[in-house]
Each structure stands twice: as structure tokens, then as C-alpha cells.
């Protein structure tokens, strides 16, 4: 088995930054794929960007990118995601996922093919 472990959320105005980090740990492998989804309340789960196992290569939701990056810390089973630019549309649950699988990027931001997944943590974009 496999757990994941994201760190704390919080409160943040718009336009701030917010930094989130998930730990993988049990039978979890450096080379996993990771990702970020996030369910605002009401909203199906969105996703939020994702990291590949094998090669490191990322992929980001399109009302996400190039305000958020997703990182892996090298050799370690922890990815982050740095949320810069923050709207209150940002404002949900955010969960990390994994899998041991590696996908081609259009499939990397299915939310079924993760096996791993955790509680979630809550971001809220507010002044």
C-alpha cells in the first residue's frame, strides 16, 4: 500500500502564494506518477497538474497553467505544487494522487488512473 500525505492549506488573498507538498510513503516509488486534483464545493474533481514517474515530464489544467508548477523533489517520494497568482476561483479541496503507472500526457490528468490517493487539503483565495 501506499500513503499520501499532503501538507497543510490555509488562507490566502488573491494574487498571494501558496506552497503544497505531498508525501509519499509504504511501497511508493520515487518514479511514481503524481498529481494534484482539486473539488471545489459543488464542482466535480478538477484537474490540477500531474508529474510523470519515468521521466519527470509535467502537465498542468488550463486554468492552472503558468500560475502553478508541480516539482518532485529529486529522489524523494514528495511532489509540491507552487501555486503563485491565486484567484478565488482556486479556492477548493486539493488531493494528491498516485501511481506507479506511467501515461502518455493526455491521460495524465484522468483521475482514474490513480491508485493512490489522499485526504485532501483545503486552499481558500479570499481577502
Known amino acids: 500500500q501506499v500513503q499520501l500525505v499532503e501538507s497543510a492549506g490555509g488562507l490566502v488573498q488573491p494574487g498571494g502564494s501558496l506552497r503544497l507538498s505531498c508525501a509519499a510513503s509504504?511501497?511508493?516509488?520515487?518514479?511514481?506518477?503524481m498529481a494534484w486534483f482539486r473539488q471545489a464545493p459543488g464542482k466535480e474533481r478538477e484537474f490540477v497538474a500531474a508529474?510523470?514517474?519515468?521521466?519527470?515530464?509535467?502537465r498542468y489544467g488550463a486554468s492552472v497553467k503558468g500560475r502553478f508548477t508541480i516539482s518532485r523533489e529529486s529522489g524523494k517520494n514528495t511532489v509540491a505544487i507552487q501555486m503563485s497568482s491565486l484567484k478565488p476561483e482556486d479556492t477548493a479541496v486539493y488531493y494528491c494522487a498516485a501511481t506507479s503507472r506511467n501515461y502518455n500526457t493526455g491521460y495524465m490528468s484522468n483521475e482514474e488512473g490513480y491508485d493512490y490517493w489522499g485526504q485532501g487539503t483545503q486552499v481558500t483565495v479570499a481577502s
Open positions: 508529474i510523470r514517474g519515468n521521466d519527470g515530464h509535467p
Open positions: 509504504g511501497r511508493a516509488s520515487s518514479r511514481y506518477t
